[in-house]
């Protein structure tokens, strides 16, 4: 099967991700190896901790876009926004790439952050027309309640979670919670949040490995394959509408 990764720092020098192009590179092939052939990178946008200029992006892009092709991975451009006052004005102005050109944005929250605060950034963003990820769920504690996440759900957002996670990285709880969202097929994208070939290495593969004996191959084509690539096609779609 071939995998789709919609969360993963792969472009060196942009964020907390790879500080070379050659360790990039290793994450790339690294990628290649756990069967993914499509990948979004997602350098992190964080004010006053993670503000790379949208040239240095863009650059470093178009390299490692290159490298996968090489490879054999179709790479696309996005952004992990982390929240914050100004941020769906931000996108809106287009001052940061969306996810693969789509109207998808993929945002992170703090792990104390109040369940109301999450609701009211899901809120704003589906209200100004975009599709909204909450990234790795799994880490903010006000979310531990599944009703709290169909909430989101059906306030416009979808749910990802950590490959990492799901495996048991984070420990025993989490892992236990990530599965009761599963159980009551509450999770919409499953993804890498690679960072390097060490700490934080893509683990796509084995991931959907574990997750198929689990819940079968048609529950792992989906949340592996076909949901995200229906961020992709948004993003083909998207960009002609706007022509």
């Known amino acids: 099967m071939k995998l789709v990764d919609i969360h993963c720092h792969l472009i060196p020098r942009v964020d907390d991700g790879p500080e070379t192009v050659e360790e990039a590179g290793k994450v790339l092939a690294a990628m290649y190896d756990e069967g993914v052939r499509v990948a979004i990178a997602t350098p992190h946008y964080r004010p006053h901790m993670f503000e790379a200029p949208a040239e240095r992006i863009e650059k470093y892009y178009q390299l490692m876009k290159k490298a996968a092709e090489a490879k054999g991975i179709r790479l696309y451009l996005g952004c992990e926004f982390y929240r914050y006052a100004e941020m769906a004005a931000d996108i809106e102005a287009g001052k940061h790439p969306l996810m693969a050109g789509s109207d998808y944005v993929l945002i992170e929250f703090a792990p ?3 369940f109301l605060t999450i ?3 899901i809120y704003e963003l589906v209200a100004r027309g975009y599709n909204p990820i909450v990234a790795h769920i799994e880490r903010y504690d006000c979310c531990r309640m599944p009703d709290l996440v169909q909430e ?3 306030l416009g957002a979808y749910i990802q979670v950590n490959a990492g996670a799901v495996l048991g990285g984070s420990g025993r709880k989490t892992k236990k919670y990530i599965k009761g969202l599963m159980d009551e097929d509450l999770v919409d994208f499953i993804a890498s949040d690679a960072h390097d070939g060490k700490r934080r290495k893509p683990n796509l593969g084995k991931c959907s490995a574990y997750v198929e004996r689990r819940y079968g191959r048609e529950y792992v084509h989906r ?3 076909k949901n995200p690539l229906n961020i992709i096609k948004a993003g083909e779609g ?3 509408g706007k022509d």
């Open 112 to 114: 104390d952050d109040t």
């Open 223 to 225: 949340v592996f394959v």
């Open 119 to 121: 609701r009211n950034h």
């Open 238 to 240: 998207y960009e002609k």
């Open 152 to 154: 989101l759900r059906e």
